[in-house]
Each structure stands twice: as C-alpha cells, then as structure tokens.
C-alpha cells in the first residue's frame, strides 16, 4: 500500500462511506438483537487505526458506539454479540488496540456486553479463520479495503454460500476503468472492460455490480446494491449485498435516505436535477423515480404485477422504494385504471414479509 491513510483527516467520500456503513449497523443491530438469535456477529476485517488525523471515528468505533445505543436490548435479549475487528498494519492494529481499549474503559457495561476480539492479520487469513463464524451466525461483514483486489471471486463466492449474511463491500471501481484490462486485474476480478466503457465513465460502479451480479451462481439468492462515491475526478462505491428482502429493504431506506433524488450515489449520477427541463427533441426527461414509476405501471396494465407482494419484490430488484411504487398506485387508482380493496395498497417490508397481508389489484381500465 502506498500510503498510510489514517495519517492524514479522512476527506468527505470517505466520510460519505462510513456513514453508510454506520446507518446500516444501526439498522441492522436492533433488528437481529431482537430477532432471538443466540449470537450475532460483526466483522471488520480492514478495521485500521479506530479514529482519524482529527479524532474522527472509523469504521471499528462507529460499531462500537452504534452497539452501544442498543445496550439496554442486548441485554434484555441475552443475546451474545460477537465482533470481529482485523487491521494488517502492525502500527495501526496497535492503535486500533488502544482506541477499542480506552472506548471499552469509558463504556464497561458495552465491555460487559459484547465480546471483542482484535487479529493483526492479513485478510486472506483472517477471512479463512472467521469463515465458519461468518456462516454459523446472523453476521454483518465489513470490507473496507483499499483497491479491488478483496472482491475475488474467493471471497465473493464464500459470502454468497452464507444464507444470513449481510456484507457491504468497499470497491475503487475507478481502477477498473484505467487498469481494468491488465491481467492483474482480470487476475482477481474478471470483468468485460468493453462491455464496461459502453457507458460514461461515472457509471463504472453500477456496471461493475451488474457483471458481478451475472457472475454469481445460476438462482442465486444473493443481491447486489450499488452505492458510488465520487472522489475528486474517480468514482469508486460501495456494493451492499445480501439475500433476505428485510436486509435490502433496510440498504436502500438508508441509500434514499441519504441521496433523495437516486438512492444510489453522492452525486447527482443521472442528473436528475437537471430533468426538470423540458427538452425541445425529446419533451420532458424523466427522473430516476419517474422512470421507475413508468416501468411500474406499465407491468400493473400488463398484468405481470397483480398484487402488493410483487410490487414490493419489483421495487427492491429495481433498487427502489416500497413506497415509490406504492404513490404510483395510488395515483393510478385516482385515474380510475385500477382499483383494491384498502386504503393504501400496503407495499411495505412489514405488511408483504411480516404480516403478509396481500392486496390484490384489479385493472379497471386500461
Ligand atoms: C480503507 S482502510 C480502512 C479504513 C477503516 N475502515 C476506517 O474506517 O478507518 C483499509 C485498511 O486495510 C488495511 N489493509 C491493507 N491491506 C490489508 C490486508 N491484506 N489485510 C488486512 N488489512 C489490510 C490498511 O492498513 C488500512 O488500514
């Protein structure tokens, strides 16, 4: 590695980054602490220092600190939480060491809550020891490398082979772009470059995730969500994975949570804000959400979507919301093109997965 990260503040992207793990750990922490799962594990298996330059809190802390919002529940449940931190860099496991040990001090009753476990390992290793624990638990993997060269498929299709895991994955995608045909590169990950460039440069992330995701085992249950972050002139991102709708469901609250217009970037990556406009060859250009909504709709009329529970299933395998397909149906009930018997026609996570109340939909008028 080139350069020493943590010896410098961590720059907005990466700030962008770790929010996003830190929103999914405080969705995801609650949720299985009061699953009734006996154990539940964490890994952060590129962990680094613990804090930045500035005292601003990495990855490993930000686990910490969101387990310990959930203390009173852990307990409660007599769930045991097991957490996994790994970091390479001897200087720097050190750290990391010490900053865990001076938060725990601060924080005995999260001492007493969990159980922490620090490796100095190199990740091939460390993922080879953890593998069986990753597999026997409800388990949120961290992999914040620096580079590509951790989403081989070796690792990728070990994580895939877990049926509770959720990972988020952090990818230089911006590499793949300049070095992506070089045999090292094609070593670790295979993807077609050519296919690739046949989109502008800052889609590189979300077309690097749609090839994984063609390479992953025939039925497959396993998911990938991009997330892009843009650095100066590169553009790198995240890839949340998981196979069980309540993970996806979570994901994509906080990706739209946090970009409002796409749900999947820290830049305007289809610029969105710039349709408003109407253009004199094309009339209006429709948004991310628009464009959904249209494919939503054209599935309702076509009969391919007959109830809330596909919609639902359409709306995370298309990257959206519950909720945006949902004002869709509502806005065609208004037009008198369909109609269902409820007030709202229910394309929730909890109404679809947990109460599985299903709402069917009639086409009125077509
Ligand atoms: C992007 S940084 C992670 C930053 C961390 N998540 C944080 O929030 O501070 C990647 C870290 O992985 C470490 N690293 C590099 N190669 C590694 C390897 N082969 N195995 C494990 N850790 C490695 C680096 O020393 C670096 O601290």
Redesign the pocket.
Known sequence: ?SKN??EKPFDQATIAK?EIFEDYAQAWIPTFVMYGDPVICIF???????Y?KNGIP???IRILQKLREQIARIFQKKVKVRVFF????LE?YQQLSIACKDFLHEYPELDRAIELKIFN????I?FKTLLPEIRDCSSLV?L???GIRFLANKYLLELEKTTRTDFLY?VSSSYFWRFGDKEEFQSHVKLDMEEAKKRPYHYIHRSLISQLQKQLPAGSNLKLYPYSLKKGANVHGIIFGASHPRAVDKFLKAAWRRNQVNGEANFDIDKDTQKGQLDIFSGKRLTKIEAFQQRFREKVLDGTITDNFAAFNFALDEAHLGRHAASELKKMKKEGLIDYDAKSPLVTYEKVCKEKRRIKFQITRK
């Open positions: 590695m990260l943590h770790l952060d298996f590129f962990a680094g220092t613990g930045d990495g990855s490993p790994n970091e390479f860099d720097k390992e190199d990740f091939d460390c961290y914040d490398q620096n952090f």
